[in-house]
C-alpha cells in the first residue's frame, strides 16, 4: 500500500495523504466500481487521476457506514437495512409461534403421524385382503375364479398404492 503526504503549503494548512484507487479499495473492502460509486455520491474525496484524500476519504466513509447503520443513511441503504430488519422480526416471530404451537400440543411429532398412519394403513389392507373370502361366504353364487379375479384386483390395487410413491 503506497500513501504519500503532501507537506503542508505556508498558509499553515494540514498536510494532505494521497492514495491510489486500488489501495483506497484494499483498505476499504470494496471494489473498483463501488469506489466509483461512493465518488459519484461524493463520500471519497477525489484529489486527480487515480488520488484519493486518504483522511477525509475515510471520515467520510465511516459516517456513512455509521449513518446507515442507525437508519439514517441513503434512501436505498435505510429501505435494505429496513427491509432485513423486518424480515429478521417475521423470521423470530415464525420460530416464537412455532415453538408456542408445539407447546400447546397443537403440533405432533412427525415419528407419532408416520406410525398412526402406519398402523391404519396395515389396518386397511387387512381388511381389503379379507373381501374375498368374505363375498365367497356371503354370495354362494360367485365362482371359484370370481372370487380369485376379485382376489387379484384388490391386490394389484394394493401392490400399485404401495409403489405410487417409489
Not at 3 to 19: A, C, D, Q, T
Not at 82 to 93: H, K, P, S, V, Y
Not at 112 to 125: G, I, K, P, Q, Y
Request: charged share 30%; net charge negative.
Amino acid at each position: 500500500m503506497r500513501i504519500m503526504s503532501e507537506l503542508p503549503g505556508l498558509g499553515g494548512e494540514k498536510p494532505v495523504h494521497r492514495i491510489g484507487g486500488s489501495d483506497l479499495c484494499d483498505l476499504f473492502g470494496i471494489t473498483p466500481g463501488m469506489l466509483t460509486t461512493l465518488g459519484k455520491r461524493d463520500i471519497v474525496v477525489r484529489l486527480g487521476h487515480d488520488a484519493y484524500d486518504l483522511e477525509e476519504s475515510t471520515r467520510r466513509y465511516i459516517a456513512g457506514l455509521r449513518e446507515t447503520a442507525s437508519g439514517r443513511g441513503g434512501e436505498e441503504q435505510v429501505l435494505n437495512l429496513t427491509g432485513e430488519r423486518a424480515r429478521l422480526a417475521r423470521e423470530q416471530a415464525d420460530a416464537q409461534a412455532l415453538k408456542n404451537a408445539v407447546l400447546r400440543g397443537e403440533y405432533v411429532p412427525a415419528s407419532e403421524v408416520e406410525r398412526a398412519w402406519s398402523d391404519t394403513l396395515r389396518a386397511l389392507r387387512s381388511r381389503l385382503l379379507a373381501v374375498p373370502s368374505r363375498l365367497r361366504q356371503s354370495m354362494q353364487h360367485l365362482t371359484t375364479s370370481d372370487v380369485t379375479m376379485i382376489d387379484r384386483e384388490l391386490r394389484d390395487a394394493l401392490q400399485e398404492l404401495g409403489n405410487a410413491d417409489a
